[in-house]
């Protein structure tokens, strides 16, 4: 049996100032706060983490919906976390993933079970921290 190829990543941050840095990774670029004072332009570490949770399960659904045959016309993401004070971690994580389809709601159940299964971030975000949430249909106005 071939041993299944291991992928990496790699990204590159840069201090730029005592208010913020900047990550590289490919031809990409994001300004992060990471300033004492924060700043509104730019996600904080936290706020990154987020970001990536909410990337990690939209990727997961694109990657999953050909195989399965699922419809979608779009996908919205809403999370909320909440951080500890000591020793500083976040906690909990409560997720809403919004998914604009006709599908009937036995398929809503198995995209969110891959969702949960196979998304990288969210598979090492679970671990150690509660992350609770659901999958539902979009309604217009939400």
């Known amino acids: 049996m071939e041993a299944e190829k291991q992928l990496t990543y790699s990204v590159r941050t840069l201090r730029k100032d005592a208010l913020g840095s900047e990550s590289t990774?490919?031809?990409?670029?994001i300004p992060l706060d990471t300033g004492v004072q924060g700043r509104s332009d730019a996600f904080n570490p936290a706020e990154l983490l987020l970001a990536a949770l909410s990337a990690c399960?939209?990727?997961?659904?694109?990657?999953?919906?050909?195989?399965?045959?699922?419809?979608?016309?779009?996908?919205?993401?809403?999370?909320?976390?909440a951080r500890q004070g000591s020793p500083p971690k976040m906690e909990r994580i409560d997720y809403e993933i919004l998914v604009d389809t006709d599908e009937p709601?036995?398929?809503?159940?198995?995209?969110?079970?891959?969702?949960?299964?196979?998304?990288?971030?969210?598979?090492?975000?679970a671990p150690g921290t509660e992350l609770k949430g659901a999958l539902r249909r979009a309604v217009t106005g939400d």
């Open 57 to 81: 399960m939209i990727k997961g659904i694109e990657r999953v919906a050909p195989i399965l045959k699922f419809g979608f016309r779009g996908i919205e993401v809403r999370l909320s976390g």
């Open 105 to 125: 709601e036995r398929r809503l159940e198995l995209l969110h079970d891959n969702v949960r299964k196979f998304g990288t971030v969210f598979n090492t975000v």
């Open 25 to 29: 990774c490919k031809e990409a670029t």
